[in-house]
């Protein structure tokens, strides 16, 4: 069974910065993309960033210039550096794994348990 555990979240004033880590274990034959959501109280998850298996990167407008995202292919882990962060980035952020777990399989979806990120001063 593969598990995804993210780290990192935690109370932050306006301006501040974060570091969110996502770590995946289990049986992985290939990783496809990981990505980052999150979701603010009463609204619903929205991708945040993505990152493929070749390097190729999207974010959503809101935190472009702002936030970046990595990963560590030797690790399966995906990070997530937010930076000059606002308190309309609060909420849940939510990390998952498209994957295979044979070179026959079709794509595999996981989901992490989530981490709280509150910017506020």
């Known amino acids: 069974q593969v598990q995804l555990v993210e780290s990192g979240g935690g109370l932050v004033q306006p301006g501040g910065s974060l570091r969110l880590s996502c770590a995946a274990s289990?049986?992985?034959?290939?990783?496809?993309?990981m990505g980052w959501y999150r979701q603010a109280p009463g609204k619903e998850r929205e991708l945040v960033a993505r990152?493929?298996?070749?390097?190729?990167?999207n974010y959503v407008d809101s935190v472009k210039g702002r936030f970046t995202i990595s990963r560590d292919n030797a690790k399966s882990t995906v990070y997530l550096q937010m930076n000059s962060l606002k308190p309309e980035d609060t909420g849940v952020y939510y990390c998952?794994?498209?994957?295979?777990?044979?070179?026959?399989?079709?794509?595999?979806?996981?989901w992490g348990r989530g981490t709280q990120v509150t910017v506020s001063s």
């Open positions: 998952n794994l498209f994957y295979r777990r044979t070179r026959s399989d079709a794509l595999s979806l996981t």
């Open positions: 289990g049986s992985i034959f290939s990783i496809n993309s």
């Open positions: 990152i493929t298996d070749v390097g190729d990167r």
